[in-house]
Each structure stands twice: as structure tokens, then as C-alpha cells.
């Protein structure tokens, strides 16, 4: 009969090869998310500190160098007009509903001021 490993045995194996594929995880998530997404520092300086501090390196990637999608605030992208999650995340789309109310309600003016022209170019005028 063979031994049977031990728990502590098996984590001898199996932390190293968790602690590597998180490490391996990040630096090909550095490598390939779009610059605009990284916070911080430099794409090159982040696949640097995670490979020097391991896990502690990824855990930071994660938590303070990736942008996630949809965050903008302070992070945002100079230049770059954050896009709005829904509606009423947008600002100027109740502004539009008012300003497409208004418009209706001058058009609609508009139409009622000509047929009262109309209306008056067609009575027959007195004298005639």
C-alpha cells in the first residue's frame, strides 16, 4: 500500500499552481486591454510589478488598475465623453424629451395660426 498524501501535501502543490495562473491571468489581461482601460501607471509597469510581487501585484491590478466597463468619474479618459449606462443616466435626454415637447407644441402653433389665415382668406369679405 502506498501513502496517502496529506492535506498539507496537497497544498504544497496546489497554492504555487493557484498563485500562478492568477499571476499568468493578469499579466494577460495587462497585455491585452486597451490602453484607454489602464489606470495609474504604464501597461509595461504594471506586467512589471505583477511579475516582482506575485500575487500582491495582481490583487493591485485588479483593485486599483483595471477600469472596469461603464466606470468613468475620475478615471475617465481625457477627451473621451463617458457614455451613459441608460436614459436617466443621461443628462441631456430630458432636456431632449423638453426641448421635443417644445417643438411640437410651436409647431402645432404654427399650424393652427395658418388655418386661422386660411380660414380668414377665405371668408368672403364684405362689399365684394
Known amino acids: 500500500m502506498g501513502a496517502r ?10 497554492l504555487p499552481l493557484v498563485l500562478t495562473a492568477v499571476m499568468v491571468f493578469s499579466i494577460v489581461d495587462i497585455s491585452t486591454i486597451d490602453r484607454s482601460r489602464v489606470r495609474h501607471l504604464p501597461k509595461a509597469v ?7 510581487t506575485s500575487i500582491l501585484g495582481s490583487i493591485l491590478w485588479f483593485a486599483i488598475g483595471r477600469e472596469r466597463r461603464g466606470q468613468g468619474g475620475s478615471h475617465a479618459v481625457p477627451g473621451r465623453k463617458p457614455r451613459p ?18 417643438n411640437r407644441e410651436q409647431e402645432e402653433r404654427i399650424r393652427d395660426l395658418e388655418r386661422q389665415l386660411r380660414d380668414l382668406d377665405d371668408e368672403p369679405k364684405p362689399g365684394s
Do not use: A, C, S, Y
Open 46 to 52: 504594471w506586467i512589471i510589478l505583477v511579475i516582482l
Open 5 to 14: 498524501p496529506t492535506i498539507g501535501g496537497m497544498w504544497r502543490v496546489i
Open 85 to 102: 449606462l441608460g436614459p436617466e443616466d443621461d443628462p441631456n435626454f430630458i432636456d431632449n424629451i423638453d426641448q421635443r415637447r417644445l
